[in-house]
């Protein structure tokens, strides 16, 4: 596979409410030389924070999708998908919790793969900060979760950064119908099933706290998943 440039590249930023934790990991996105996409679809004052920053940078490819109703996790991160115009797309976590710097990395690696995705959980990454022990233990019961389901071997579906090339979202993203948290979990099933390689990469990933992902939000993610599986 040739070589990936990173201005050919598409990174989307699924921000909901983020407006306390943006602002540090926009100065980090000066560094993207591609094209940043950020999705706005909370309540707060995100849009308006990205968007004066958007103003201040004018020489820069970054750009604010503002919506008044809840996307959803996969939702907005579809969204993004959809507006990008770059042959390579990805998208990661508004906390910063994975930096700019790993993210190109990711792209770079698209030079042997179809998709790669970050892992907490593979040999070779680095956590200087991790969750709690009753996250990392819900972690691995919804991965083992997911292989039963999916036949996904994946040590980590949940980190929030992936990248793709065009082409793999060209072919599945419309028969993606999950707007939630298990979004990641179809988009990897459907590349699988497609027959597109996947790969997972060592990540260096912080958990940042404040995650709003609580356990209405997990119940809603299992019968998500079952819903994609067996209906």
Not at 38 to 43: C, E, F, L, M
Not at 85 to 92: D, E, H, L, V, Y
Not at 114 to 127: L, P
């Amino acid at each position: 596979m040739p070589q990936v440039e990173e201005r050919n590249c598409s990174l989307i930023i699924p921000a909901y409410n983020e407006e306390g934790r943006i602002q540090a990991f926009l100065r980090d996105l000066l560094t993207f030389e591609g094209e940043v996409i950020i999705v706005a679809d909370g309540t707060d004052s995100t849009a308006d924070l990205v968007s004066a920053f958007i103003r201040s940078h004018p020489d820069r490819s970054i750009h604010c999708l503002s919506f008044e109703a809840r996307l959803g996790k996969g939702g907005g991160t579809i969204a993004g998908m959809r507006a990008a115009t770059r042959p390579c797309i990805g998208f990661c976590d508004a906390d910063g919790s994975t930096s700019v710097g790993e993210m190109k990395r990711l792209f770079s690696r698209l030079d042997a793969a179809d998709g790669v995705i970050g892992s907490r959980w593979v040999a070779g990454s680095v956590i200087p900060v991790r969750q709690g022990l009753l996250r990392r233990f819900q972690s691995r019961l919804f991965n083992m979760i997911i292989r039963l389901l999916f036949g996904l071997t994946y040590s980590d579906t949940q980190c929030g950064a992936k990248v793709f090339r065009g082409e793999v979202l060209d072919e599945i993203l419309d028969d993606v119908s999950s707007t939630g948290f298990e979004f990641d979990v179809e988009l990897l099933w459907r590349a699988k099933m497609a027959g597109y390689a996947i790969i997972e990469e060592p990540i260096e990933w912080s958990d940042r706290g404040g995650s709003s992902v609580g356990l209405k939000d997990a119940l809603l993610m299992l019968v998500g998943l079952l819903r994609i599986r067996f209906l």
